[in-house]
T-cell receptor, first 113, second 116 residues
Framework: AQTVTQSQPEMSVQEAETVTLSCTYD???????LFWYKQPPSRQMILVIR??????QNATENRFSVNFQKAAKSFSLKISDSQLGDTAMYFC??????????FGPGTRLSVLP | GAVVSQHPSRVICKSGTSVKIECRSL??????MFWYRQFPKKSLMLMAT?????????EQGVEKDKFLINHASLTLSTLTVTSAHPEDSSFYIC????????????FGSGTQLSVL
């Protein structure tokens, strides 16, 4: 079974600074998807970024980028120029091309003014 | 991105009653929908996977007779909490998968269930 681990339960960062959230996963699959989802206080889950395992190039979405290390099974999220609106729970997730989406335990990020 | 509508957003009910939660994909067809339960400050716990036209697949420990899931069309899945009890109080979230490999997952806004 696939597992997703986020070793940082809580993190904080000053506004405008950069922060990196860690995620590791375990799978025997060679093709899969990885995601970072954000859950602000409204509790609406919002897709931040998605990475396809067969692509070597790291995904980027504006201020959000990932460092995908397939051999190490690592998928970290970097948030640049942090904004107050980035304060949220961040979940790393894995999908094996179909029926299984597995979420990590989450990292609570606080952006401080 | 695609929109998933979940209703109601909040429901309060008496113990012993049943509550139905709807999850609709508004602008795409979702063969697969997922139902999650989330406790305060915790991650999403998958309850069941629902495929259109077939029986839902429940995760271990989830009572299928307590949490009835119906996925009658490609745009609608429902979760019915039967004979609700206070311990069923929780935040329930649905999601719908899009794409040939279900590579995109979109979430409803969640339902806060409070059983008195």
């Amino acid at each position: 079974a696939q597992t997703v681990t986020q070793s940082q339960p809580e993190m904080s960062v000053q506004e405008a600074e950069t922060v990196t959230l860690s995620c590791t996963y375990d799978t025997s699959e060679s093709n899969y998807y990885l995601f970072w989802y954000k859950q602000p206080p409204s509790r609406q889950m919002i897709l931040v970024i998605r990475q396809e395992a067969y692509k070597q190039q790291n995904a980027t979405e504006n201020r959000f980028s990932v460092n995908f290390q397939k051999a190490a099974k690592s998928f970290s999220l970097k948030i640049s120029d942090s904004q107050l609106g980035d304060t949220a729970m961040y979940f790393c997730a894995f999908s094996d091309y179909g029926q299984n989406f597995v979420f990590g335990p989450g990292t609570r990020l606080s952006v401080l003014p | 991105g695609a929109v998933v509508s979940q209703h109601p957003s909040r429901v309060i009910c008496k113990s012993g009653t049943s509550v139905k939660i709807e999850c609709r994909s508004l602008d795409f067809q979702a063969t697969t929908m997922f139902w999650y339960r989330q406790f305060p400050k915790k991650s999403l716990m998958l309850m069941a996977t629902s495929n259109e036209g077939s029986k839902a697949t429940y995760e271990q420990g989830v009572e299928k007779d307590k949490f009835l899931i119906n996925h009658a069309s490609l745009t609608l899945s429902t979760l019915t909490v039967t004979s609700a009890h206070p311990e069923d109080s929780s935040f329930y979230i649905c999601s719908a998968a899009e794409g040939s490999a279900n590579e995109k997952l979109f979430f409803g806004s969640g339902t806060q269930l409070s059983v008195l």
